[in-house]
């Protein structure tokens, strides 16, 4: 199966899972994408806040995005004692704050440290991909965040 | 009420270790919005007449606005304290993203007043304020402050703001560097902080910058994004920043060539966007919050200096330490600037003192150091001032370390010709002689001879003003002009707007984010009413700080010497277009013929006489 999603094109007969390809050369630096992603979550701006980074590397002659990759392989929920990661019909892989007990082994495990304790609720927490329209990739003025929608069981409709 | 504020003020006191916290009050932010408007009041009621810039009694204040920290477009921060530069009210601003962090930690603003017994520098951790010894970081250059107190700390998120040598030496014209190719750069913020034994202030904040009415404010930040990428100034400066200014500004002669001696220099597209670009750039470098992203950021990859990661050479660092000093190479002036930046000094005032330095020895004032050929074109000249200016070695260098005002008084004879400056700050690399309101603009600037106080050059160019036709040589007309834009900039420097953002940006949008983020019903006049008040407000302190009105004037090249080159070749300000802009200046702000505001225009704004 051929399928195209923006600019990508991909020719694979398995279903992949949505995610946002970052393109590290196009990045600024200027965290517009960690505003719109904190506002989305919490109704206030601190890139802190965010559910995505941005690394400054070398005197800020690098900017690298740095965001959950939806894994196919996850090992935050592979680690997580009472499975309470799990990856929803659409391949997103989501958090459940119910039966997160805060033991944050998901966040030991996550090799690019994209999941964090909430400072409040202390439950884990991770970029879930703004229920199919991330607010990070709608507010980059650059392109360097593109979100990738392959060829999933159930399309993710838009709310 | 949710407001964009913190509403509260820290305020640390190096002399005994206290911290506290003071509540911002409803009728400051009422009157005086933010940032500049904050730190001017806070200045002039703290730092009586006849205080020590470089004593403990002087307030070195880092001040945020109500859209700083918010996805609002571009907005910066300012440091305000008195100069040891000028002896007057200095504002200074910063990109980047340290003032968002001060955001984020809780606070509107940092007030800080005394002098610690040792070196030390300040951890703020949202509430939890240390003040930690710095013995060790002394004499260290600003990059490596900056990533060793990051390595002490674990955590290189956390963001600084510290300064080099030349800060802790006290040099008037040190500058704070705010993480990375961002300065407060002019007039002497980080000898004020080197006074204080304040090598650094490291922020790191958790708390949310919430507005009060969100959607109403995503609806004003979309029209302002719209607003700029509408703007073809915007998609310019996006391109290019303002290193295409430099042969702008050659073939408007604007450019100084020679310490201001002529206006155009022939390789300018060498030290402009061609020859950066070619030599320097890789990508973008965008401060905190900004779409636009004026700053390109590269590598020297040949030649002596390859290596060297370089941010963009904006304009008036590539005109003062370029075309100046002669020099054309835009990899040695990157190589210059970097060092003024990793020493902590102002580029744009060291490459007047170096013009300056290299133009007297030209004439026989001063000797050339030993080994040195102290002349125009050598980059080897200009490295050598550098270092000795930061480190006041004996010599050019501890006499240039005073600033080109002292420095030429010193010299004596006749020197003071040849000293750039107005109220003692170096002259911005715009030549005034073809753009007479630009020295209007530079006579009154409230901080001394300034270009981002009122920057009238694309006015006068163009030739209209409001819809009405200007001379740019004529003194005639510009008053109104060059009040307005002080009075607009002021206004909007209470946000803290970046100068970009409003070359797009509308006056109403700006009014409809402050609205929004705040809950105060603002309109676009506010900022000018604002501004004007904040002018006053200045003038009052410059005035109270010994600041003659006498002073209100420009250097005696743009006023003695006629124009040797460019468009406006012939042309000088002579002393009577000085006095016919200063009386039509000083009656349309309501102030005495002596420059002093009336207490009618001080009661008319709601200021104490």
Same mark, same amino acid.
């Given at each position: 199966?051929?399928?195209?999603?923006?600019?990508?094109?991909?020719?694979?007969?398995?279903?992949?899972?949505?995610?946002?390809?970052?393109?590290?050369?196009?990045?600024?630096?200027?965290?517009?994408?960690?505003?719109?992603?904190?506002?989305?979550?919490?109704?206030?701006?601190?890139?802190?806040?965010?559910?995505?980074?941005?690394?400054?590397?070398?005197?800020?002659?690098?900017?690298?995005?740095?965001?959950?990759?939806?894994?196919?392989? $996850?090992? @935050?929920? !592979?680690? +997580? *004692? &009472?499975?309470? %990661?799990?990856? #929803?019909?659409?391949?997103?892989?989501?958090?459940?704050?119910?039966?997160?007990?805060?033991? $944050?082994? @998901?966040? !030991?495990? +996550? *090799? &690019?440290?994209? %999941?964090?304790? #909430?400072?409040?609720?202390?439950?884990?927490?991770?970029?879930?991909?703004?229920?199919?329209?991330?607010? @990070?990739?709608?507010? +980059? *003025?650059?392109?360097?965040?593109?979100?990738?929608?392959?060829?999933?069981?159930?399309?993710?409709?838009?709310? | 009420?949710?407001?964009?504020?913190?509403?509260?003020?820290?305020?640390?006191?190096?002399?005994?270790?206290?911290?506290?916290?003071?509540?911002?009050?409803?009728?400051?932010?009422?009157?005086?919005?933010?940032?500049?408007?904050?730190?001017?009041?806070?200045?002039?009621?703290?730092?009586?007449?006849?205080?020590?810039?470089?004593?403990?009694?002087?307030?070195?204040?880092?001040?945020?606005?109500?859209?700083?920290?918010?996805?609002?477009?571009?907005?910066?921060?300012?440091?305000?304290?008195?100069?040891?530069?000028?002896?007057?009210?200095?504002?200074?601003?910063?990109?980047?993203?340290?003032?968002?962090?001060?955001?984020?930690?809780?606070?509107?603003?940092?007030?800080?007043?005394?002098?610690?017994?040792?070196?030390?520098?300040?951890?703020?951790?949202?509430?939890?304020?240390?003040?930690?010894?710095?013995?060790?970081?002394?004499?260290?250059?600003?990059?490596?402050?900056?990533?060793?107190?990051?390595?002490?700390?674990?955590?290189?998120?956390?963001?600084?703001?510290?300064?080099?040598?030349?800060?802790?030496?006290?040099?008037?014209?040190?500058?704070?560097?705010?993480?990375?190719?961002?300065?407060?750069?002019?007039?002497?913020?980080?000898?004020?902080?080197?006074?204080?034994?304040?090598?650094?202030?490291?922020?790191?904040?958790?708390?949310?910058?919430?507005?009060?009415?969100?959607?109403?404010?995503?609806?004003?930040?979309?029209?302002?994004?719209?607003?700029?990428?509408?703007?073809?100034?915007?998609?310019?400066?996006?391109?290019?920043?303002?290193?295409?200014?430099?042969?702008?500004?050659?073939?408007?002669?604007?450019?100084?060539?020679?310490?201001?001696?002529?206006?155009?220099?022939?390789?300018?597209?060498?030290?402009?966007?061609?020859?950066?670009?070619?030599?320097?750039?890789?990508?973008?470098?965008?401060?905190?919050?900004?779409?636009?992203?004026?700053?390109?950021?590269?590598?020297?990859?040949?030649?002596?200096?390859?290596?060297?990661?370089?941010?963009?050479?904006?304009?008036?660092?590539?005109?003062?330490?370029?075309?100046?000093?002669?020099?054309?190479?835009?990899?040695?002036?990157?190589?210059?600037?970097?060092?003024?930046?990793?020493?902590?000094?102002?580029?744009?005032?060291?490459?007047?003192?170096?013009?300056?330095?290299?133009?007297?020895?030209?004439?026989?004032?001063?000797?050339?150091?030993?080994?040195?050929?102290?002349?125009?074109?050598?980059?080897?000249?200009?490295?050598?001032?550098?270092?000795?200016?930061?480190?006041?070695?004996?010599?050019?260098?501890?006499?240039?370390?005073?600033?080109?005002?002292?420095?030429?008084?010193?010299?004596?004879?006749?020197a003071p010709d040849l000293a750039l400056h107005t109220k003692g700050l170096e002259t911005p690399a715009w030549g005034p002689r073809g753009v007479s309101g630009m020295g209007l603009a530079y006579m009154t600037?409230?901080?001394?001879?300034?270009?981002?106080?009122?920057?009238?050059?694309?006015?006068?160019?163009?030739?209209?003003?409001?819809?009405?036709?200007?001379?740019?040589?004529?003194?005639?007309?510009?008053?109104?002009?060059?009040?307005?834009?002080?009075?607009?900039?002021?206004?909007?420097?209470?946000?803290?707007?970046?100068?970009?953002?409003?070359?797009?940006?509308?006056?109403?949008?700006?009014?409809?984010?402050?609205?929004?983020?705040?809950?105060?019903?603002?309109?676009?006049?506010?900022?000018?009413?604002?501004?004007?008040?904040?002018?006053?407000?200045?003038?009052?302190?410059?005035?109270?700080?010994?600041?003659?009105?006498?002073?209100?004037?420009?250097?005696?090249?743009?006023?003695?010497?006629?124009?040797?080159?460019?468009?406006?070749?012939?042309?000088?300000?002579?002393?009577?277009?000085?006095?016919?802009?200063?009386?039509?200046?000083?009656?349309?702000?309501?102030?005495?013929?002596?420059?002093?505001?009336?207490?009618?225009?001080?009661?008319?704004?709601?200021?104490?006489?």
């Amino acid at each position: 199966m051929i399928f195209t999603c923006h600019k990508i094109t991909i020719d694979k007969e398995a279903a992949i899972n949505p995610f946002i390809h970052t393109h590290f050369d196009k990045c600024t630096g200027c965290s517009i994408c960690q505003l719109a992603c904190s506002m989305d979550l919490t109704g206030g701006y601190n890139p802190r806040r965010s559910r995505l980074d941005i690394r400054h590397k070398n005197e800020h002659l690098f900017h690298m995005p740095v965001v959950c990759s939806q894994c196919e392989n $996850a090992y @935050c929920m !592979q680690v +997580c *004692p &009472v499975n309470a %990661i799990a990856r #929803d019909t659409h391949g997103i892989v989501k958090i459940d704050a119910e039966k997160c007990i805060g033991c $944050a082994l @998901c966040v !030991q495990y +996550c *090799p &690019v440290d994209m %999941i964090h304790l #909430d400072i409040d609720t202390q439950k884990a927490v991770k970029c879930e991909l703004c229920r199919g329209n991330p607010a @990070c990739v709608a507010a +980059c *003025p650059n392109g360097a965040l593109e979100f990738i929608t392959g060829p999933v069981k159930e399309p993710i409709t838009h709310d | 009420m949710t407001d964009a504020y913190a509403n509260k003020f820290l305020t640390i006191d190096l002399s005994n270790g206290s911290v506290s916290i003071l509540p911002v009050c409803d009728e400051l932010k009422n009157r005086y919005i933010g940032g500049k408007g904050f730190g001017a009041k806070l200045l002039t009621d703290g730092v009586p007449s006849g205080t020590d810039p470089l004593g403990p009694q002087n307030m070195l204040l880092f001040m945020t606005g109500p859209l700083t920290g918010t996805s609002a477009p571009a907005m910066r921060g300012c440091v305000v304290t008195k100069s040891p530069l000028t002896h007057l009210f200095l504002d200074s601003y910063f990109g980047g993203s340290f003032a968002a962090e001060i955001k984020y930690a809780g606070y509107d603003g940092i007030i800080i007043t005394g002098r610690a017994d040792r070196p030390v520098y300040v951890w703020i951790d949202d509430d939890r304020v240390e003040i930690r010894d710095a013995s060790d970081l002394w004499g260290a250059d600003i990059l490596e402050t900056n990533l060793r107190i990051k390595a002490e700390l674990a955590d290189d998120t956390i963001k600084i703001a510290d300064i080099g040598p030349a800060g802790e030496n006290l040099v008037p014209f040190a500058l704070i560097g705010c993480e990375f190719n961002r300065q407060a750069g002019r007039a002497g913020a980080g000898a004020v902080m080197g006074s204080k034994n304040l090598k650094a202030v490291a922020v790191r904040g958790t708390r949310l910058v919430r507005v009060n009415d969100p959607k109403g404010f995503a609806r004003a930040c979309a029209t302002a994004l719209s607003e700029l990428s509408q703007s073809p100034d915007i998609r310019a400066l996006a391109l290019a920043g303002t290193a295409a200014s430099v042969e702008f500004a050659s073939e408007t002669g604007l450019l100084p060539h020679k310490n201001f001696t002529y206006s155009t220099f022939d390789k300018a597209a060498k030290l402009g966007d061609k020859g950066q670009a070619k030599h320097l750039w890789l990508g973008t470098n965008a401060c905190m919050g900004c779409p636009i992203g004026c700053a390109k950021i590269g590598a020297v990859r040949t030649g002596k200096y390859k290596g060297m990661v370089t941010d963009i050479v904006e304009y008036e660092s590539a005109a003062l330490m370029g075309s100046n000093l002669g020099i054309s190479d835009v990899r040695a002036v990157a190589h210059l600037v970097k060092l003024c930046d990793l020493l902590g000094l102002d580029s744009m005032s060291c490459g007047s003192l170096i013009g300056f330095a290299m133009e007297a020895c030209q004439k026989g004032l001063i000797a050339s150091p030993p080994g040195i050929d102290l002349n125009f074109g050598n980059v080897a000249a200009a490295q050598h001032l550098i270092q000795a200016i930061a480190f006041r070695k004996d010599g050019p260098g501890a006499l240039l370390a005073k600033g080109v005002r002292a420095a030429a008084e010193e010299i004596g004879g006749s020197a003071p010709d040849l000293a750039l400056h107005t109220k003692g700050l170096e002259t911005p690399a715009w030549g005034p002689r073809g753009v007479s309101g630009m020295g209007l603009a530079y006579m009154t600037g409230d901080r001394g001879g300034c270009h981002q106080r009122g920057f009238t050059v694309p006015y006068e160019l163009a030739e209209e003003w409001e819809g009405k036709k200007i001379d740019p040589l004529s003194p005639q007309g510009k008053a109104d002009m060059v009040i307005a834009l002080q009075n607009y900039s002021a206004g909007t420097d209470t946000l803290v707007k970046c100068d970009f953002g409003t070359f797009g940006i509308k006056a109403d949008t700006y009014a409809d984010l402050l609205a929004a983020a705040t809950g105060r019903q603002k309109n676009a006049d506010c900022f000018s009413q604002t501004g004007e008040r904040i002018w006053n407000l200045t003038r009052q302190f410059n005035l109270a700080q010994g600041m003659d009105p006498c002073s209100d004037t420009l250097p005696r090249r743009f006023v003695q010497e006629p124009l040797p080159d460019g468009p406006a070749k012939g042309h000088k300000i002579s002393e009577s277009d000085m006095a016919i802009m200063r009386k039509a200046y000083y009656t349309a702000r309501g102030w005495d013929n002596m420059g002093k505001p009336t207490t009618k225009t001080l009661r008319r704004l709601g200021i104490e006489p």
